[in-house]
């Protein structure tokens, strides 16, 4: 039996030679769904890597265009009220007049000259100053003269350095400002300041040029607040408390004269926004402007991508995996009856008849394994049947128990003899001796203990003592010299040694056996 189950084995071996594994198998479809997945999960993590960081940077670059458009727009603003202030300052009869009206202080003939001009020049104001800064008229408010506003920054850098633009702050109202002297044959005779408001209209020209909105906001009395803005004013107020909440941004801008981008606020969901301060002719911040763009409107675009990548990467998987489950199904469609074969052997049944017809490689195998495990199987159980058969027929064995198997071990004896107990001397005291027998005795008992010896008997002033094991002798020897070292020692001075006698023989005790 044992030559044809080792034939067989040999031949299922030269078969599955010949034939194609289940892990090349499993192998190929397993890297095609691999692939499958590596490729719409990079795809799907690229989308959220690279395009979250490309909508970001797309924000930030429309953000800083807006504040580009919005530089180009106030110097062309400043290059306009430049043009309109040297009218006047070219103009030898207006100069003429403003400086005889100037002497007069005839307002009244000052704002016609400068209304026919704002009329014609479409500017937002003006005020008429003399040589010392001291106000002859405004626009916007004819009964207004004779302040001194010659400490506001605009007009100060005027009288020093002859001409100044900047951001004016009018109460609570923004302006684009230049200043300019105004010269009647080369004597000195006041300044003209124009200016442009920076207003709502503005505000709405500038986004409609850039896509963001835009808010100007002014340092007010209670704190920052709209001067103009493309927002409503519940809006507003949104606004300035999301900046509030974003840490030092108003105070950076408007009080330190920082630009500062890439802030995320929460207002309108989430959105970006970027703040540059607006200077007057001092270089110092009197505002900001502030461009802002809801995030979500503008990443909808990165979101459709998303949504778009994320569907193509679920409909990749789910053509992989029928796929996959198309290409494994018929490699491995053998393998069914070749398993429920091996649940049978398992549960006992050894008359399977397994088919390895047609069956190539590990299935070729498996199915000849199977075979064999089988025939195996159906001979011991037709063994141990005939075992069975032929117990019945023999007599009943009789009970025999097996002697203990002989051991030998070390055996090391030690008799100690106290002699001073052996011939009492005369007059000795019968219950002093005994006491001093029962401690000298405790003592050896102690001392044996300790080197794991036992005491056996004591028969009158002999003691017999006994160690086991492989390193009796040495235990023993140690004994016998802590004992004579002990004994010999002599409680008092009247004493007299009498040191005790020991001998030790040792031996190999045989222990068990029959």
Request: cysteine-free; glycine content about 8%; hydrophobic content about 45%.
């Amino acid at each position: 039996m044992a030559k044809l189950s080792r034939g067989k084995s040999t031949s299922t071996s030269s078969a599955g030679g010949r034939g194609g594994g289940l892990g090349f198998t499993f192998l190929l479809i397993a890297a095609f769904v691999l692939l499958i997945l590596l490729t719409a999960a990079g795809g799907v993590v690229a989308n959220l890597l690279v395009g979250a960081q490309t909508a970001r940077n797309d924000l930030n670059a429309l953000l800083t265009s807006s504040q580009s458009v919005q530089t180009s727009f106030q110097q062309q603003r400043y290059r306009q009220l430049q043009l309109i202030s040297r009218i006047f300052a070219t103009d030898p009869v207006l100069t003429g007049y403003l400086a005889e009206a100037a002497q007069r202080r005839d307002r009244t003939k000052i704002l016609d000259l400068v209304e026919e001009y704002q009329n014609l020049l479409t500017f937002d104001l003006a005020f008429v100053l003399d040589r010392n800064g001291v106000l002859l008229a405004r626009t916007d408010d004819p009964q207004a003269v004779g302040e001194d506003i010659s400490q506001t920054p605009i007009v100060a850098v005027a009288l020093e350095d002859d001409e100044a633009f900047g951001v004016w702050q009018q109460g609570d109202r923004l302006y684009h400002a230049v200043a300019v002297p105004l010269v009647r044959e080369f004597d000195l005779v006041g300044y003209i300041l124009v200016a442009f408001t920076i207003n709502d209209s503005l505000a709405l020209q500038l986004k409609r040029m850039s896509g963001a909105d835009v808010v100007f906001l002014l340092n007010g009395q209670t704190g920052p607040m709209v001067a103009a803005s493309t927002l409503d004013s519940g809006q507003q107020a949104e606004l300035i408390s999301a900046l509030r909440l974003s840490g030092e941004v108003l105070d950076r801008t408007m009080r330190r004269g920082e630009t500062v981008s890439d802030i995320d606020l929460a207002f309108r969901g989430t959105s970006t926004a970027l703040i540059a301060p607006l200077k007057n002719a001092a270089e110092a911040p009197v505002g900001a402007a502030l461009s802002v763009i809801a995030a979500e409107s503008r990443q909808a675009g990165y979101r459709q991508t998303l949504a778009a990548t994320l569907a193509s990467a679920g409909a990749a998987l789910l053509a992989a995996f029928v796929v996959a489950f198309a290409l494994g199904r018929r490699p491995f469609k053998p393998l069914k009856p070749l398993a429920d074969s091996a649940v049978a052997l398992a549960e006992g049944d050894t008359h399977q008849v397994i088919e390895t017809d047609g069956l190539k490689g590990d299935y070729h195998r498996i199915g000849n394994s199977l075979d064999a495990i089988a025939a195996d199987q159906r001979e011991q159980r037709a063994l141990q049947a005939y075992v069975t058969h032929i117990s019945r027929y023999q007599p009943e064995p009789a009970r025999y128990e097996a002697p203990p198997r002989p051991e030998t071990d070390l055996l090391a004896l030690m008799m100690i003899e106290f002699r001073r107990f052996a011939n009492p001397k005369v007059g000795y005291d019968a219950e002093e001796s005994l006491g001093r027998f029962g401690r000298d005795l405790r003592r050896v008992a102690t001392m044996v203990a300790a080197r794991k010896g036992s005491i056996e008997a004591a028969l009158g002033h002999r003691v017999l003592i006994r160690f086991t094991g492989d390193d009796a002798p040495r235990r023993a020897l140690g004994a016998a010299a802590e004992v004579l070292r002990m004994l010999s020692e002599r409680e008092n001075v009247f004493d007299e040694p009498e040191p005790p006698v020991t001998v030790l023989p040792w031996l190999s005790a045989i222990a068990g056996g029959s």
